[in-house]
Nanobody, 127 residues
């Protein structure tokens, strides 16, 4: 059974940092790309914004313009875990953050390209 479990969310003041983790099981980790998405409050259910992605096979990464220079994605293939280090957090980063997996080596920004999803972890940034 495929499972993606996010952790590390919480409440932080603006300018602070959090590190999210996505622990994966049930599939060949290094044959998948893992993405982070977020759903902000007030947005429609379908509006999940692509934040970042990493190809577990070669480490190639992708970032949304809104998080470039602040967020860093990394992968520990030995632990089947992907991390999202979030620095210089802003109130507009407040959202439920999801990790998702898609078979293949390439990252995509569209959530429709992803096969498996975690349950999400809440990140709240206070001003």
């Amino acid at each position: 059974e495929v499972q993606l479990v996010e952790s590390g969310g919480g409440l932080v003041q603006a300018g602070g940092s959090l590190r999210l983790s996505c622990a994966a099981s049930g599939f060949t980790f290094d044959a998948y790309a893992i993405g982070w998405f977020r759903h902000a409050p007030g947005k429609e259910r379908e509006e999940r914004e692509g934040v970042s992605c990493i190809s577990s096979s070669d480490g190639n990464t992708l970032y949304a313009d809104s998080v470039k220079g602040r967020f860093t994605i990394s992968s520990d293939n030995a632990k089947n875990t992907v991390y999202l280090q979030m620095n210089s957090l802003k109130p507009e980063d407040t959202a439920v953050y999801y990790c998702a997996a898609r078979g293949g080596y390439y990252c995509y920004t569209s959530p429709e390209e992803y096969d498996y999803w975690g349950q999400g972890t809440q990140v709240t940034v206070s001003s």
